[in-house]
Every structure is written in C-alpha cells, then in structure tokens.
C-alpha cells in the first residue's frame, strides 16, 4: 500500500478513442502530479495541481487534459492520442508544492499503449 | 540546459557492494534525491542529500559533493531484492526536479 492508487494498471486504446486515468491519494497531501515516463528516459513532468490549482503545465499537447476535483483525486482525460504517447504515466503526491526536501510518493502508474 | 547522468545499466553479485553514480549540471542545486523502482511498480524514495557528505541508512548510504556536482548511492550486503532501477533527481534553483534516466540494476546469485 503505497497510499497512492491508480486505474487502470493497464490500458489499450486507440487514437480516436477517449479514456480517463484515474489517481487517488491517501497522505492528507496537498500537491499532485502526472509524470510519463518512457523506457530509458528521465521521468517527464506533466501537470502539477497545489492545493486544488494547476500550477504546471510543461507544454503537454492539448490531447492530454488534467482535473483535480479536490486535493485527494486526479484525472488526466486522453483523447486522439498518438502511438508516441504508449508510456507508463505515474501519479504522484507530495504535502507541499515546491520546497527543497519534499519527497514524492509515486502511484503503480498506468502502462497505456496507444495502437 | 540541465542534465542529470547515470550509467544506463549495472550488474552485482549478490552479497556484494555496488556504487551507483549520479552527475548532474542544473541551474542552481536544492537537494539530491535517490527513489528505487522495482519493475512495474511505483518508485519510492530512498535518500534525500543537501549538504556534502556521506548519508547511511542501514545497507544503503547515499553521498554528494556540491563542488563536483556529483553523487553516488552505494548499497552494501546486496540482496536479489535489489534488483531495481535507481533513479537520481536533483531539484533547482526553481524548485524543479530535474531527473536522469536511471540505473537498472541486476543482481546476480
């Protein structure tokens, strides 16, 4: 129990089709993010919410779209993604947004495969 | 640019010690973060490093040197367990984690 939970573990979808990834945290915590990460490369950061607000936004095409709903949940809505986007996309959560020592807690991630 | 290297890929045999190298060239320095990720499953943070120095944690110690822009995680008594991929990430001078593209480590019996 890592106190963050993804769904699905897997998807498969193609590039017409719309699917949501779903994370939900545990830790009473105040930040949450969405990294991809690919094989042999660093993690990419996504999206980072603080307390409920979109605080990043590191150019991700507008085919992936991020909802907090409130400060335990969030989605990232897919829709008419590329196969370049087939990646593990990890949630992740921290108590604060951006100071030094703060560690992340990382979900099991969703391995998605765009065909 | 920022940039964050690690060897791509190491192999141990069990029961021996392995280092594990870390080099970055970030626009300022917060902090050097080493997390383990077990293949499929999430990472999880192993050691947080400011200062210069040597930081243990029972068979795992974590190093950094500010001045050479460099750390290593070193994992002593190694268990088939350890097999993982070893991801080091520093954060900026803006807070930012800038991540390496981790270590897989392989253990040998």
């Known amino acids: 129990e890592t106190g963050v939970t993804q769904t699905p573990r897997h998807l498969v979808m193609g590039m017409t089709n719309k699917k949501s990834l779903k994370c939900e945290q545990h830790?009473?915590?105040?930040?949450m993010y969405w990294y991809k990460q690919s094989a042999k490369k660093p993690l990419e950061l996504m999206f980072v919410?603080?307390?409920?607000?979109?605080?990043e936004n590191n150019s991700v095409p507008s085919r992936f779209s991020p909802e907090c709903p409130n400060s335990s949940h969030l989605f990232l809505h897919l829709h008419t993604l590329q196969p370049e986007d087939s990646a593990l996309y990890l949630c992740?959560?921290?108590?604060?947004f951006g100071k030094g020592a703060e560690k992340l807690f990382f979900g099991s991630g969703t391995q998605l495969s765009v065909l | 640019g920022q940039n964050i290297d690690q060897p791509t890929e190491m192999t141990a045999t069990e029961g021996a010690i392995v280092q594990i190298n870390c080099t970055y060239q970030?626009?300022?320095?917060?902090?050097l973060f080493w997390y383990q990720q077990h293949a499929g499953e999430a990472p999880t943070f192993l050691s947080y490093?400011?200062l210069d120095g040597l930081e243990e944690k029972g068979r795992f110690s974590s190093f950094l040197s500010r001045s050479k822009g460099y750390s290593y995680l070193l994992l002593k008594e190694l268990q088939m367990k350890d097999s993982a991929s070893y991801l080091c990430?520093?954060?900026?001078?803006?807070?930012?984690?800038?991540w390496g593209a981790g270590t897989k480590l392989i253990i040998k019996p």
């Open positions: 490093n400011v």
């Open positions: 992740a959560s921290s108590q604060e």
């Open positions: 970030t626009s300022g320095f917060n902090g």
């Open positions: 830790l009473g915590h105040n930040a």
């Open positions: 990430a520093v954060r900026d001078s803006n807070y930012q984690l800038i």
């Open positions: 919410y603080s307390l409920e607000e979109r605080v």
